[in-house]
């Protein structure tokens, strides 16, 4: 059974830093491309950072460049995302996702975790 859990979210001020943690096993942790998502209050779930398996190729939507860095440790089985200059728009719960395609869309997610809460006050 493949599980993903995620850690490290929670309630910050505007400006400030937080780091989440996924968790991964049940799986080839080192075949998967990994990636973050969110989910803001009344939103669709959105695209935030991605990994690839192989070479640690990151990718990153634009509302997060230079604020956030995906990361891998493939012997930990453990994805993390740094979230630096937090937003009140970065408020969302916060996903990670596992894939053979890279994902970064919903589609090309194979598994989910089941979210952490991320609230950013400004």
């Known amino acids: 059974q493949v599980t993903l859990v995620e850690s490290g979210g929670g309630l910050v001020q505007a400006g400030a830093s937080l780091r989440l943690s996924c968790a991964a096993s049940?799986?080839?942790?080192?075949?998967?491309?990994m990636a973050w998502f969110r989910q803001a209050p009344g939103k669709e779930r959105e695209f935030v950072a991605a990994?690839?398996?192989?070479?640690?190729?990151?990718f990153y939507t634009d509302s997060v460049k230079g604020r956030f860095t995906i990361s891998r440790e493939n012997a930990k089985n453990t994805v993390n995302l740094q979230m630096n200059s937090l937003k009140a728009e970065d408020t969302a719960v916060y996903y990670c996702?596992?894939?053979?395609?890279?994902?970064?869309?919903?589609?090309?997610?194979?598994?989910w975790g089941q979210g952490t809460p991320v609230t950013v006050s400004s």
């Open positions: 049940g799986l080839t942790f080192s075949n998967y491309n």
């Open positions: 996702a596992a894939g053979y395609s890279l994902p970064t869309v919903l589609s090309d997610v194979r598994y």
């Open positions: 990994i690839t398996w192989g070479d640690g190729r990151t």
